[in-house]
């Protein structure tokens, strides 16, 4: 039973479009997490979420915008997609004092042609 | 900013040996916590190990252990008796907190070899 799950775990797409990245977790968490990796390996993270609530916005383009429907889901949906937007997304969970431990899913990589 | 750098981009080891893997990192906090993920092929994040700022103690799980020193903001990974599933880029990262989040913040990662 997958803790943190991502859907879809490969997308490829072309420039200017709009795509969706989804996310759920059945932990219990109060905090969700979005990451992107790119393709130097280099994780950051974007935003962050408590319960539903945005708390961290990590100067990201406004084309990408997160949206949280419960504190279970967090989405995260990309407009005019550019090629610099090629990376991997992981979404990521905590308790509300994340001090513990922050558990990731499988991860979504996105290329844009 | 809180920062973490790792400053060996590729490490190798013969199986069976020991390999250290290096991290420093930047903090302003008094309080804060530090963690080692591995990151196989298959893409997926894992906790290896995981260091209370507040405890001297250096944390060990199995074959992994860290060298925790403080004062010189060091956090180093030692792989004892190296395995081939231990094939893996290693990330260190710090937990910091802003705007009543916790984030992590992560060094750019070193990728360890096993050679069997």
């Known amino acids: 039973d997958t803790a943190v799950s991502q859907t879809p775990k490969y997308l490829v797409t072309q420039m200017g479009n709009d795509k969706s990245i989804k996310c759920e977790q059945n932990?219990?968490?109060?905090?969700m997490y979005w990451y992107k990796q790119d393709s130097k390996k280099f994780l950051k993270i974007m935003f962050s979420y408590n319960n539903k609530e945005l708390i961290i916005n990590e100067t990201v383009p406004n084309r990408f915008s997160p949206k949280s429907p419960d504190k279970a889901h967090l989405n995260l949906h990309i407009n005019s997609l550019e090629l610099g937007d090629s990376a991997v997304y992981f979404c990521?969970?905590?308790?509300?004092?994340?001090?513990?431990?922050?558990?990731f899913g499988a991860g979504s990589r996105l290329t844009v042609l | 900013a809180q920062t973490v750098t790792q400053s060996q981009p590729e490490m190798s080891v013969q199986e069976a040996e020991t390999v250290t893997l290096s991290c420093t990192y930047d903090t302003s906090e008094s309080d804060y916590y530090l963690f080692w993920y591995k990151q196989p092929p298959s893409r997926q994040m894992i906790l290896v190990i995981r260091q209370e700022a507040y405890k001297q103690q250096n944390a060990t799980e199995n074959r992994f252990s860290v060298n925790f020193q403080k004062a010189a903001k060091s956090f180093s990974l030692k792989i004892s008796d190296s395995q081939l599933g231990d094939a893996a880029m290693y990330f260190c990262a710090s937990l910091t907190t802003q705007g009543g989040s916790e984030k992590l913040v992560f060094g750019k990662g070193t990728k360890l070899t096993v050679n069997p």
């Open positions: 932990l219990g968490h109060d905090t």
């Open positions: 990521a969970s905590s308790p509300l004092h994340g001090y513990n431990v922050l558990t």
